[in-house]
């Protein structure tokens, strides 16, 4: 069984919270964090939804993005955010 992947620069900036949440969630071997150098940007730019980071890839393939929705989700799959705020990812 494949888990989720979140894919950002490796450094804090907009995925801080969301890999915070991303652990609570689904503690340390429960997901991956993908990190990427600033210098391979150029070739996986063209490949990410909108063109930015963070993308959280889930188990089935679908590619989420954008870190405050990311941060969300995770909370509603911790259960410490109403779920009926997050709409069409389930």
């Given at each position: 069984m494949s888990v989720p992947k979140l894919?950002?620069?490796d450094l804090?900036?907009?995925a801080l919270g969301l890999r915070i949440a991303m652990f609570k969630a689904f503690g340390k071997d429960g997901w991956k964090d993908e990190r990427i150098q600033f210098q391979?940007?150029?070739d996986l730019k063209?490949?990410?939804p909108l063109g930015c980071l963070p993308v959280?890839?889930?188990s089935d393939g679908k590619q989420?993005?954008?870190s405050e929705a990311l941060t969300r989700w995770a909370g509603t799959?911790?259960?410490f955010y109403d779920a009926?705020?997050?709409l069409g990812y389930s």
């Amino acid at each position: 069984m494949s888990v989720p992947k979140l894919t950002y620069f490796d450094l804090a900036g907009r995925a801080l919270g969301l890999r915070i949440a991303m652990f609570k969630a689904f503690g340390k071997d429960g997901w991956k964090d993908e990190r990427i150098q600033f210098q391979d940007w150029k070739d996986l730019k063209p490949t990410t939804p909108l063109g930015c980071l963070p993308v959280l890839t889930l188990s089935d393939g679908k590619q989420m993005t954008q870190s405050e929705a990311l941060t969300r989700w995770a909370g509603t799959v911790m259960q410490f955010y109403d779920a009926s705020f997050v709409l069409g990812y389930s």
